[in-house]
């Protein structure tokens, strides 16, 4: 059970109101995210890899983390990111999971969802149990979604848009990747502020997330 799993963990919730990140999401995030976020990471190609990076950031600030609803959570790559997979609670796909994810949520610090998953229904349930437990939920996808209710600004407390700029390697999206330059925009966030934009690597040549240089670009 779900419950037994994580019951050594539950005392420890997050005691600030933001996490902050040393990393190259300070970029996009220079004040950090508030605990009760819900997060949307859109795109055709990169969305999980940002995923793991929000995922070993939290690791690095000693939240708990946990994926969820995942059918290939791809945990070697989420290792070589530099997640400790030993401190990532995994939740697999359930046909009744609305109670179990609460609980998960309820838990962890940190939780990211595949939004393929998930209902409207769901996702709204999901982020009011965010907004209560202060925790931070990650809803990503690996193809755009047109369901416009279900993109609604109402759910989510910021947004995120992945465009693939240059991809190098060989086989382009179903080959060996070396390494891919991004366009990552924060359509937007808590605040309601214009678009911020940046171009990273996602990953770079060493397998991690980068911010690009000028020369790069």
């Known amino acids: 059970m779900l419950s037994q799993g994580i019951s050594n963990w539950q ?11 040393q990393g190259a999401l ?8 508030l605990f009760g976020s819900t997060i949307q990471i859109n795109g055709f190609q990169g969305t999980m890899s940002l995923t ?17 609803l995942i059918k290939e959570p791809g945990l070697a790559a989420a290792h070589e990111i530099g997640i400790n997979l030993n401190n990532l609670l995994i939740f697999p796909k359930a046909k009744d999971a609305l109670k179990e994810i609460k ?9 990211a969802i595949s939004q393929s998953a998930l209902t409207t229904k769901l996702l709204i349930a999901l982020s ?14 690996s193809t755009f979604l047109h369901n416009t209710q ?3 600004k109402d759910i989510f407390d910021y947004q995120l848009l992945i465009k693939t700029i240059k991809w190098e390697g060989l086989g382009i ?32 040549s060493s397998g991690k997330f980068s911010l690009a240089t000028n020369q790069e670009l």
């Open 11 to 21: 005392n420890n919730m997050p005691q600030d109101n933001k996490i902050y990140f």
């Open 26 to 33: 300070r970029t996009i995030f220079p004040e950090g995210i």
């Open 52 to 68: 793991f990076e929000f995922l070993k950031e939290a690791q690095l600030s000693n939240k708990i983390t946990a994926l969820a």
């Open 103 to 111: 609980l998960l949520i309820t838990a962890a610090d940190v939780v």
């Open 128 to 141: 009011k149990t965010a907004k209560f437990s202060k925790s931070i939920v990650i809803v990503f996808n």
């Open 150 to 152: 279900l993109l609604s």
């Open 173 to 204: 999206e179903s080959g060996f990747l070396k390494q891919r330059l991004v366009k990552i925009t924060l359509t937007k966030d808590k605040y309601n502020r214009k678009p911020v934009s940046a171009y990273f690597w996602l990953p770079n």
